[in-house]
T-cell receptor, first 119, second 113 residues
C-alpha cells in the first residue's frame, strides 16, 4: 500500500539558516510527488511537484526538492529561511488510476512537519 | 474571489445532529475531494468524485456521505455527528491530466459537542 513518512514532527531553525524537510514514500512504481504548505488558519498551497524529468524540482518561495528513487525520498530544501516560512509542510504521493498510467487517482499525505523560525 | 470556497468556515454542533458542509469551485475542474485534518495525522481522504456520476469512498468514509449536485458543487454530510468527528475539513479540486495539482479550499473547522 502507498504511504508517506515525514520523520520530523517539528523543526526549529534560525532565520537565514538552511532548511531540509524529509519525506520518504512507499510505492511500487514511480509516483507523483508533491509538497504543500499550510500557514496558520489557511488551506494548503502547492509548493512544488514532481512527476517526470529532472529530479531536482524548483518551486515557489525559493523552495526546491530532489527526487531520489534509490532512497524513496523527496526532501524539501531552502538555502535561507525567512520568518514567513513558519508553517506546516506536507509531503504527498499521488498514484495513477491505472498502473503505469498517467492520470492521477488520489493523493496520500504525510502527517506533516511543523516549522518554527527563530528571529 | 477565491476559486474554492467552503461554507461554513466554522461550525459548532451537538452529538446526533445532522450537518452539511458545502464546497463550491469556479475552476471548472471535474474532480473534487473531501479531506479531514486532525493534529499529527495529516490529511485523510473521506470521499472523492471524478465527475458528477462518479463518487468514491476514501479511507475514512464511515459516518459521512456526500452529494455532487453539479460539477462545481460537492457537499459533505454528517448524518449523526459524534465528538470524534471534530476536525478541520478541507475540500479540494483538480483537473484531469498527468500530475494534476489539487487546489484546496480554506477549510471548515467543526466542533461536535
Amino acid at each position: 500500500a502507498q504511504s508517506v513518512t515525514q520523520p520530523d514532527i517539528h523543526i526549529t531553525v534560525s532565520e537565514g539558516a538552511s532548511l531540509e524537510l524529509r519525506c520518504n514514500y512507499s510505492y511500487g512504481a514511480t509516483p507523483y510527488l508533491f509538497w504543500y504548505v499550510q500557514s496558520p488558519g489557511q488551506g494548503l498551497q502547492l509548493l512544488l511537484k514532481y512527476f517526470s524529468g529532472d529530479t531536482l524540482v524548483q518551486g515557489i518561495k525559493g523552495f526546491e526538492a530532489e527526487f531520489k528513487r534509490s532512497q524513496s525520498s523527496f526532501n524539501l530544501r531552502k538555502p535561507s529561511v525567512h520568518w514567513s516560512d513558519a508553517a506546516e509542510y506536507f509531503c504527498a504521493v499521488g498514484t495513477p488510476l491505472v498502473r503505469g498510467g498517467s492520470t492521477l487517482g488520489r493523493l496520500y499525505f504525510g502527517r506533516g512537519t511543523q516549522l518554527t523560525v527563530w528571529p | 474571489d477565491a476559486d474554492v470556497t467552503q461554507t461554513p468556515r466554522n461550525r459548532i454542533t451537538k452529538t446526533g445532529k445532522r450537518i452539511m458542509l458545502e464546497c463550491s469551485q469556479t475552476k471548472g475542474h471535474d474532480r473534487m475531494y473531501w479531506y479531514r485534518q486532525d493534529p499529527g495525522l495529516g490529511l485523510r481522504l473521506i470521499y472523492y468524485s471524478f465527475d458528477v456520476k462518479d463518487i468514491n469512498k476514501g479511507e475514512i468514509s464511515d459516518g459521512y456521505s456526500v452529494s455532487r449536485q453539479a460539477q462545481a458543487k460537492f457537499s459533505l454530510s454528517l448524518e449523526s455527528a459524534i465528538p470524534n468527528q471534530t476536525a478541520l475539513y478541507f475540500c479540494a479540486t483538480s483537473a484531469r491530466g498527468p500530475g494534476e495539482t489539487q487546489y484546496f479550499g480554506p477549510g471548515t473547522r467543526l466542533l461536535v459537542l
